[in-house]
């Protein structure tokens, strides 16, 4: 079955240091995948996505995200990381089966973000 | 172009209540999933609907709830009886109809509270 494996729930960098998420998906054809932020209490604001090509994908907000078809990854990074990133951020896969389209999301990880 | 609206964002029930969720998609989508998220979880999909057809509802629970996208007017997602294990955050997400998978846009959900 597909899944979505989000392996830290919680992660604390201090501003201006790296980020890394790491997320691991298993999909038997070529994947969808997504990454989506979302602020307290607030929906779900796509960050980037990878369908096919560049397997380094560039994103809003500094973001970019790598596809590793070998390691059935695709992690999350920042290079500088500002407060206003605190947040919870979710990978997805997008799953296609018979005309019928929908999301598997991880359970999500949540990044606090110390001055 | 206004994004996803869910209406209410906060809905309270007492045990054996109906609540009714809506989601209007964005302008020139016609395709709406619904997810629901649990406290702590990710988001799980419940149901695929284009207008007037329920496509996938594979995620949604046998009893009690029910998803329809008339011709004309809002997504609803109807729970009947509801429990104090619907308490969730439901999304809405919409997408445009073309074919082969595409970035689905989020409403901001809806608070389900069983009293």
Redesign the interface.
């Known amino acids: 079955a597909q899944s979505v494996t989000q392996p830290d729930i919680h992660i604390t960098v201090s501003e201006g240091a790296s980020l890394e998420l790491r997320c691991n998906y298993s999909y038997g054809a070529t994947p969808y995948l997504f990454w989506y932020v979302q602020s307290p209490g607030q929906g779900l604001q796509l960050l980037l996505k990878y369908f096919s090509g560049d397997t380094l994908v560039q994103g809003i907000k500094g973001f970019e995200a790598e596809f590793k078809r070998s390691q059935s990854s695709f992690n999350l990074r920042k290079p500088s990381v500002h407060w206003s990133d605190a947040a919870e951020y979710f990978c997805a896969v997008g799953r296609t089966t018979s005309g019928t389209y929908k999301y598997i999301f991880g359970t999500g990880t949540r990044l606090k973000v110390l001055a | 172009n206004a994004g996803?609206m869910q209406n209410p964002r906060h809905l309270v029930r007492r045990r054996g209540q109906e609540a009714r969720l809506r989601c209007s998609p964005m302008k020139g989508h016609s395709?709406v999933?619904w997810?629901r998220q649990l406290p702590e979880?990710?988001?799980?999909?419940m149901v695929?609907l284009q207008k007037e057809n329920i496509?996938?509802e594979s995620?949604m629970p046998k009893e009690r709830f029910s998803a329809e996208f008339p011709k004309e007017g809002p997504s609803i997602l109807r729970i009947q009886q509801v429990v104090r294990g619907d308490s969730a955050a439901y999304?809405c997400?919409s997408?445009p109809g073309t074919s082969?998978?595409?970035?689905?846009?989020?409403?901001?959900?809806t608070?389900l509270t069983v009293l």
């Open positions: 996803v395709h999933y997810y979880e990710g988001l799980k999909f695929y496509i996938d995620g999304f997400a997408s082969g998978i595409s970035e689905q846009f989020f409403g901001p959900g608070r």
